[in-house]
């Protein structure tokens, strides 16, 4: 990724399409645990800046959202008549006549990857995968391993192999919310989510919460084999990963870390079964991120987040009275499931 950057900035210096930052490993992958070590996708969330002439205004979705907020990204074009901007031989979008532009520079973003004048989702991704594969062969790893394009609408996604072993990588782009570390980003929350939203997304800062662990916690702390177990054991349930690790990060917040080490394993198994039960019954599980005023002071969140009242998770429950009862029996069958398997019962 790193050697990707590098050729994207080469590539884009001069061009009127977004700038690439350096990418951001995010998920399980880059968190220290998956659900699932044989099928691991290596998620990278690649910031973008507005080009020359160009900036980038977040706008909120007014509709109400369950499990987040999505944004708009408007892009508007900005004057560029200053002298030290003219040196550079680049005509001012706003001040100059059309012909002159059509004849002379390359098209605004706003004709390029934009609907009615909002950054689109999907003719961003569909840029990504031109550039991901047009940059490709000058990459170093190009003369050992093969690249491989997967289908993808609002992300791009690949897979690199050289006969022994493969890599699954899904680059997201997104804008972040001024310095924090929130971004608004491609990757979709809903089956069915319009080209012209930005979900915002969490995962930067989720990721620096364990990386914040990872170094307070001691070298034999298992908080992340433990998280490891329940997900897999979910395998099959309707719970999310997603709650499961959302529970793991709240007990993390509130237990010491010096109660993660190998003698605490079976207890802290019991702590998070326990606090699933209590979830399920509550028919609420609150957003880690959102809303949360414990924090570590490393995480950087925007006002408006960091007062909101947290998204509950567990909705549905609350909703729907089948789901509850669904979800009820199945945090039964878990528990079988859980006592078998670590305490020997029958």
Avoid at 75 to 86: G, I, P, S
Avoid at 169 to 183: A, C, N, Q, Y
Avoid at 219 to 238: A, E, I
């Amino acid at each position: 990724m790193d050697d990707y950057a590098f050729y994207f900035g080469h590539v884009l210096s001069n061009s009127f399409y977004p700038g690439l930052q350096r990418a951001i490993g995010v998920g399980s992958a880059f968190e220290g645990w998956s659900p699932r070590e044989e099928d691991v996708v290596y998620q990278v969330l690649i910031p973008m800046t507005p080009p020359r002439g160009h900036s980038f205004h977040l706008e909120l979705d007014s509709t109400e959202q369950r499990q987040g907020r999505n944004f708009r990204v408007r892009v508007q074009l900005e004057c560029t008549c200053r002298e030290e901007q003219q040196a550079e031989n680049m005509l001012c979008f706003l001040h100059h006549p059309e012909e002159e532009l059509r004849s002379n520079q390359d098209p605004s973003l706003l004709h390029t990857l934009c609907t009615d004048s909002y950054l689109d989702v999907q003719k961003t991704a569909r840029w990504f995968y031109q550039l991901v594969r047009a940059i490709w062969p000058a990459l170093p790893q190009s003369h050992n391993w093969h690249l491989k394009l997967l289908p993808s609408r609002r992300s791009c996604q690949f897979q690199v192999s050289n006969g022994r072993e493969s890599f699954r990588i899904e680059m997201l782009f997104g804008v972040r919310r001024g310095d924090s570390d929130i971004f608004v980003s491609s990757q979709p929350r809903e089956a069915h989510t319009q080209s012209t939203a930005w979900p915002e997304t969490y995962a930067v800062a989720e990721m620096k919460f364990f990386k914040h662990i990872a170094k307070q916690a001691p070298h034999d702390s298992l908080h992340l084999k433990c998280l490891q177990f329940f997900t897999r054991l979910l395998l099959g349930f309707s719970f999310s990963t997603y709650s499961m690790k959302t529970i793991v990060m709240h007990l993390l917040n509130v237990v010491p870390l010096s109660q993660w080490r190998r003698r605490d394993f079976l207890q802290r198994l019991l702590d998070i079964s326990d606090g699933l039960r209590l979830f399920v019954l509550a028919k609420r599980l609150d957003h880690f991120i959102v809303g949360n005023q414990r924090l570590p002071r490393v995480i950087r969140l925007p006002p408006d987040v960091q007062r909101a009242q947290p998204y509950n998770l567990f909705h549905h429950l609350a909703e729907e009275p089948s789901a509850h009862t669904q979800a009820i029996n199945e945090y039964l069958v878990l528990q079988k499931w859980f006592k078998r398997i670590i305490l020997g019962e029958q």
